[in-house]
């Protein structure tokens, strides 16, 4: 039987093409037979974020002062129009917590009828900026002043409702409900506090719930639990308490004609527009990276202008129907896609369920207490305060406009404090543009200049005043703290460096905190690639040209005057963790790949010449593998070692506190920390030939496996475990040969003299021949008929051999749950494993879809 042909046929993919019966493979579909289908994961996503919405948006109309069906009926268009219209397929649109403030304040001064005709005016003008493609420059608006104006809306919004789970009746404005607190304390009501008390902590507990029953429980969203909990609660212990009150659907308020002054109208209308247009992008983005990290990704991103088209359509049918202001939610859309949806038909079901339950679960609705609902919003509102946004502007030193905007929001309003934001961070831009500081101190013999903030033409003659004052000949530091340098001050600080480089003295560009920054590497040692292997590497040939075949490259010298506009002797921020070594013209080499055969000898190159030179010296290696070895040592101690020293130091003082067991082949072909994209720190490794992990008690005289593995999971408390194989794995070749009892050379597609394929061929008991015998129970699952086939999402495997190492990966997986540490720690929930498969030729990852179901998919990981 040939290799390409799969070994068994009974367990096809489902999703295999069909066979054609009587028409052509392109031609059209018979009539008739095209019938509308809903994915299982769609509808029991739409159940899920139905759950969530119901008790949302009750709670958001209470906390708006708005009749409570326009919450519902806000949620229903939201799902349907917003969902079948916008260019985010799995973002949720409904009433929203960032318009609360924005829309109760227009019912104070407008009236409920006029604020739907303003709702039905700021959709229409969303209409009109997303057919004009204006969605990206609405995100040009800087984030700090984005999350500024959310932080705000949710310091307003939890005074608000804090006022009603104490019992009591909101102000008219969030100043107002602060200042009104201390009097609420003092006229608490005994029943509802008790009740939002309940409410905040089932919201907060229960997402932290352990062990097989908090994920069982967690099945339930925490806001329809909380709320139901409440609920029950209530009817036992408090039945006299304030529940929400559904009106008939015959008094149901339509919109009128606006009335009021023209100027305020506009602004109320451009503010809706603004606050629900900011949302609904910013959720957009934000459901797109959590697409783009679930397994199988297409990595398609959304049309914002589309969605901002949606939202306008939704917002206009929202507001002729008399419903709350619609906007893309961040925390539906968040659901939406942790449950599993995989197209728009779950938020457009998720509006038909929201219709059904307007119409037909009034009476359930009506047991729901006002504080319960009361509590969840305000719950909402607190979380849009977001530390990580906080602690994000404050790294890049834009916490003023931060603060700003929320104090002006809070204080005044949403669009004024808009203005507030957006006038501080210009006049914050502006002040870091023209100053700099520039100061010059001796330590130490050593004399050096910091350079606090941007340095620019303007800052050119403070610059070469402070530079003239180091003497000729000495020590200098000169420490960027700026993001940015012009050309006139590069030229300035590039030609100083020079001039006093030949008059003896010394130069060394820091960044901020004094972190040194690497010099440009010159063709000396640039010739080879990053990641190449030593074999194809001809830096040893030039080195022959000069004179000198075993020393390593000289360090680079001064750079080339005018080169751009990085710091002179410096490289672009984060270029050198992106490579230690950089780029440069790919030498082909004439000698072969390497294969499978250097896993008998992972660290060294297979030499070019079978005549060693004579003469050994201590000082020189001769051999082509110790020069090629001494070279690379020497290449990191000069490129490398300045850069990541700081990192190793940490590491060093507080030890290794690695998030991850990576358990692969031993194959020279897989660099982990490549592959990976980790550092230092990072990964706990373990390889062995075949990526075996022996079950426990097999491995007779070894255990190194099951002791690397106690000790990751017991010791480290590493948070997850994956067991990685690849393509072309020379142990799994070389199970299926000795199985089919042809194992030669020939017969091993990436096997050499010294391969496991040679090894295996001879009747001896050797070391490697008795740890292949780990792989039996993998080439038992791949021939047995009570197991689904291991496979690529989308394709059939290649081969026999790509089969069994797809097939190796689950079976290793199964052989983890057996050992006690593994099984102790799954078992409580703060342990994950995961299956990766990387096709070395195709440099592609995939990763196995659901590691605990066994479902043998492995889907392609997308490019973030």
């Given at each position: 039987?040939?290799?390409?042909?799969?070994t068994?046929?009974?367990?096809?993919?489902s999703?295999?093409?069909?066979p054609?019966?009587?028409?052509?493979?392109?031609?059209?579909?018979?009539?008739?037979?095209?019938?509308?289908r809903?994915?299982?994961?769609?509808?029991?996503?739409?159940?899920?974020?139905?759950?969530?919405?119901?008790?949302?948006?009750?709670?958001?109309?209470v906390?708006?002062?708005?009749?409570?069906?326009?919450?519902?009926?806000?949620?229903?268009?939201?799902?349907?129009?917003?969902?079948?219209?916008?260019g985010?397929?799995?973002?949720?649109?409904?009433p929203?917590?960032?318009?609360?403030?924005?829309?109760?304040?227009?019912?104070?001064?407008?009236?409920?009828?006029?604020?739907?005709?303003?709702?039905?005016?700021?959709?229409?003008?969303?209409?009109?900026?997303g057919?004009l493609?204006?969605?990206?420059?609405?995100?040009?608006?800087s984030?700090?002043?984005?999350h500024?104006?959310?932080?705000?809306?949710?310091?307003?919004?939890?005074?608000?409702?804090?006022?009603?789970?104490?019992?009591?009746?909101?102000?008219?404005s969030?100043?107002?409900n602060?200042?009104?607190?201390?009097?609420?304390?003092?006229?608490?009501?005994?029943?509802?506090?008790?009740i939002?008390l309940?409410?905040?902590?089932v919201l907060?507990?229960w997402?932290?719930?352990?062990?097989?029953?908090?994920?069982?429980?967690?099945?339930i969203?925490?806001?329809?639990?909380?709320?139901?909990?409440?609920?029950?609660?209530?009817?036992?212990?408090?039945?006299?308490i304030?529940?929400?009150?559904?009106?008939?659907?015959?008094?149901?308020?339509?919109p009128?004609?606006?009335?009021?002054?023209?100027?305020?109208?506009?602004?109320?209308?451009?503010?809706?527009?603004?606050?629900?247009?900011?949302?609904?992008?910013?959720?957009a983005?934000?459901v797109?990276?959590?697409t783009?990290?679930?397994?199988?990704a297409?990595?398609?991103?959304?049309?914002?202008?589309?969605?901002?088209?949606?939202?306008?359509?939704?917002?206009?049918?929202?507001?002729?129907?008399?419903?709350?202001?619609?906007?893309?939610g961040?925390?539906?859309?968040?659901?939406?896609?942790?449950?599993?949806?995989?197209?728009?038909?779950?938020?457009?079901?998720?509006?038909?369920?929201?219709?059904?339950?307007?119409?037909?679960?009034?009476?359930?609705?009506?047991?729901m207490?006002?504080?319960?609902?009361a509590?969840?919003?305000?719950?909402?509102?607190?979380?849009?305060?977001?530390?990580?946004?906080?602690?994000?502007?404050?790294?890049?030193?834009?916490?003023?406009?931060?603060?700003?905007?929320?104090?002006?929001?809070?204080?005044?309003?949403?669009?004024?404090?808009?203005?507030?934001?957006i006038?501080?961070?210009?006049?914050?831009?502006?002040?870091?543009?023209?100053?700099?500081?520039?100061?010059?101190?001796?330590?130490?013999?050593?004399?050096?200049?910091?350079?606090?903030?941007?340095?620019?033409?303007?800052?050119?003659p403070?610059?070469?005043?402070?530079?003239?004052?180091?003497?000729?000949?000495?020590d200098?530091?000169?420490?960027?703290?700026?993001?940015?340098?012009?050309?006139?001050?590069?030229?300035?600080?590039q030609?100083?460096?020079?001039?006093?480089?030949?008059?003896?003295?010394t130069?060394?560009?820091?960044?901020?905190?004094?972190?040194?920054?690497?010099?440009?590497?010159?063709a000396?040692?640039?010739?080879?690639?990053?990641w190449?292997p030593?074999?194809?590497?001809?830096?040893?040939?030039?080195?022959?040209?000069?004179?000198?075949?075993?020393?390593?490259?000289p360090?680079?010298?001064?750079?080339?005057?005018?080169?751009?506009?990085?710091?002179?002797g410096?490289?672009?921020?984060?270029?050198?963790?992106?490579?230690a070594?950089?780029?440069?013209?790919?030498?082909?080499?004439?000698?072969?790949?390497?294969?499978?055969?250097?896993?008998?000898?992972p660290?060294?190159?297979?030499?070019?010449?079978?005549?060693?030179?004579?003469?050994?010296?201590?000082?020189?290696?001769q051999?082509?593998?110790?020069?090629?070895?001494?070279?690379?040592?020497?290449?990191?101690?000069?490129?490398?070692?300045?850069?990541?020293?700081?990192?190793l130091?940490?590491l060093a003082?507080?030890?290794?506190?690695?998030?991850?067991?990576?358990?692969?082949?031993?194959?020279?072909?897989?660099?982990?920390?490549?592959?990976?994209?980790?550092?230092?720190?990072?990964?706990?490794?373990?390889?062995?030939?075949g990526?075996?992990?022996?079950?426990?008690?097999?491995?007779?005289?070894d255990?190194?496996?099951?002791?690397?593995?106690?000790?990751?999971?017991?010791?480290l408390?590493v948070?997850?475990?994956t067991?990685?194989?690849?393509?072309?794995?020379?142990?799994?070749t070389?199970?299926?040969?000795d199985?089919?009892g042809?194992?030669?050379?020939?017969?091993?597609?990436?096997?050499?003299?010294?391969?496991?394929?040679?090894?295996?061929?001879?009747?001896?008991?050797t070391?490697l021949k008795?740890?292949?015998?780990?792989?039996?129970?993998s080439?038992?699952?791949?021939?047995?008929?009570r197991?689904?086939?291991?496979?690529?999402?989308?394709?059939?495997?290649a081969?026999?051999?790509?089969?069994?190492?797809?097939?190796?990966?689950?079976?290793?997986?199964?052989h983890?749950?057996?050992?006690?540490?593994?099984?102790?720690?799954?078992?409580?929930?703060?342990?994950?494993?995961?299956?990766?498969?990387?096709?070395?030729?195709?440099?592609?990852?995939?990763?196995?879809?659901?590691?605990l179901e066994?479902d043998?998919?492995?889907?392609?990981?997308?490019p973030?």
């Amino acid at each position: 039987m040939p290799a390409c042909i799969p070994t068994r046929t009974q367990n096809v993919p489902s999703d295999s093409s069909p066979p054609n019966r009587g028409r052509p493979s392109h031609g059209p579909p018979p009539r008739g037979r095209r019938r509308f289908r809903i994915p299982g994961a769609d509808l029991s996503a739409s159940i899920t974020v139905f759950l969530i919405a119901v008790p949302m948006s009750l709670g958001l109309a209470v906390a708006i002062g708005a009749p409570l069906e326009a919450g519902l009926l806000a949620a229903a268009v939201g799902g349907i129009v917003a969902g079948l219209l916008g260019g985010s397929a799995l973002q949720v649109s409904g009433p929203s917590a960032g318009l609360t403030v924005v829309t109760a304040g227009l019912i104070q001064d407008y009236g409920w009828r006029t604020t739907c005709a303003i709702t039905v005016g700021a959709g229409l003008l969303q209409l009109l900026l997303g057919s004009l493609r204006a969605a990206r420059s609405a995100l040009a608006v800087s984030p700090a002043i984005v999350h500024g104006t959310l932080a705000g809306i949710g310091v307003a919004i939890a005074l608000a409702q804090l006022h009603i789970v104490l019992g009591g009746t909101p102000q008219s404005s969030a100043v107002a409900n602060a200042l009104a607190l201390p009097g609420q304390f003092g006229r608490v009501a005994p029943a509802a506090p008790l009740i939002g008390l309940l409410t905040i902590a089932v919201l907060v507990l229960w997402p932290r719930i352990p062990g097989r029953t908090g994920r069982a429980l967690r099945r339930i969203p925490a806001a329809l639990a909380s709320v139901a909990a409440a609920t029950a609660l209530a009817a036992v212990a408090a039945p006299g308490i304030a529940r929400v009150e559904l009106p008939s659907w015959s008094a149901h308020a339509l919109p009128e004609l606006p009335h009021g002054p023209v100027l305020g109208l506009l602004g109320a209308v451009f503010t809706v527009m603004l606050v629900a247009s900011l949302e609904s992008l910013l959720s957009a983005v934000a459901v797109d990276k959590l697409t783009a990290d679930r397994p199988g990704a297409t990595g398609r991103r959304a049309d914002l202008d589309r969605e901002l088209r949606g939202q306008g359509v939704a917002n206009t049918v929202s507001g002729l129907l008399g419903g709350l202001p619609v906007s893309g939610g961040a925390v539906r859309g968040t659901a939406n896609v942790r449950a599993g949806a995989t197209s728009r038909a779950s938020t457009v079901l998720h509006g038909v369920w929201m219709l059904l339950a307007a119409g037909l679960l009034v009476g359930v609705l009506e047991w729901m207490p006002l504080a319960a609902l009361a509590a969840l919003v305000m719950v909402v509102g607190l979380q849009m305060v977001n530390y990580a946004h906080i602690r994000n502007v404050h790294k890049h030193r834009e916490f003023l406009a931060y603060g700003a905007t929320v104090a002006g929001v809070v204080g005044f309003g949403v669009l004024e404090g808009v203005a507030v934001g957006i006038a501080v961070a210009v006049g914050v831009a502006l002040h870091r543009l023209a100053r700099t500081r520039i100061t010059l101190h001796e330590d130490d013999g050593v004399h050096l200049l910091r350079a606090r903030g941007q340095l620019t033409f303007l800052a050119v003659p403070r610059l070469s005043r402070t530079l003239g004052q180091i003497p000729s000949g000495a020590d200098a530091v000169v420490e960027l703290d700026g993001s940015f340098m012009d050309h006139a001050a590069y030229e300035t600080l590039q030609h100083w460096q020079e001039a006093h480089v030949v008059q003896g003295g010394t130069v060394d560009v820091t960044g901020r905190g004094g972190s040194r920054i690497a010099e440009p590497a010159t063709a000396t040692h640039t010739c080879c690639r990053p990641w190449t292997p030593w074999r194809n590497h001809h830096c040893e040939d030039r080195a022959l040209d000069s004179g000198s075949p075993e020393s390593p490259s000289p360090v680079a010298g001064p750079p080339e005057p005018g080169s751009g506009a990085t710091p002179p002797g410096a490289t672009p921020p984060g270029a050198a963790s992106r490579s230690a070594t950089p780029p440069a013209t790919e030498h082909r080499a004439t000698t072969p790949e390497k294969t499978m055969s250097d896993i008998t000898t992972p660290h060294a190159p297979a030499p070019r010449s079978t005549s060693p030179q004579s003469g050994p010296s201590a000082a020189t290696p001769q051999r082509p593998g110790s020069r090629q070895l001494a070279s690379g040592l020497s290449s990191f101690q000069r490129d490398t070692a300045p850069l990541v020293r700081d990192e190793l130091a940490r590491l060093a003082r507080e030890g290794q506190q690695p998030s991850q067991l990576f358990l692969t082949c031993a194959d020279s072909r897989l660099v982990t920390s490549m592959i990976t994209s980790s550092g230092p720190g990072d990964l706990f490794t373990v390889r062995n030939v075949g990526n075996f992990v022996p079950l426990p008690g097999a491995e007779a005289s070894d255990d190194s496996v099951a002791a690397a593995i106690e000790y990751a999971v017991d010791i480290l408390r590493v948070e997850s475990i994956t067991v990685c194989g690849h393509s072309g794995c020379g142990a799994m070749t070389a199970l299926l040969s000795d199985a089919d009892g042809a194992a030669t050379p020939a017969t091993v597609p990436d096997a050499t003299p010294t391969a496991v394929g040679t090894s295996t061929s001879t009747t001896a008991n050797t070391p490697l021949k008795r740890w292949l015998r780990h792989g039996q129970p993998s080439l038992d699952r791949m021939r047995s008929r009570r197991h689904s086939w291991a496979r690529i999402s989308g394709r059939m495997p290649a081969d026999e051999v790509e089969q069994l190492c797809l097939t190796n990966v689950i079976q290793q997986l199964e052989h983890l749950r057996a050992h006690e540490s593994v099984a102790r720690r799954l078992a409580d929930g703060s342990l994950e494993l995961h299956g990766m498969y990387f096709h070395v030729g195709e440099a592609q990852a995939y990763l196995l879809t659901d590691a605990l179901e066994q479902d043998g998919v492995f889907a392609q990981v997308a490019p973030a």
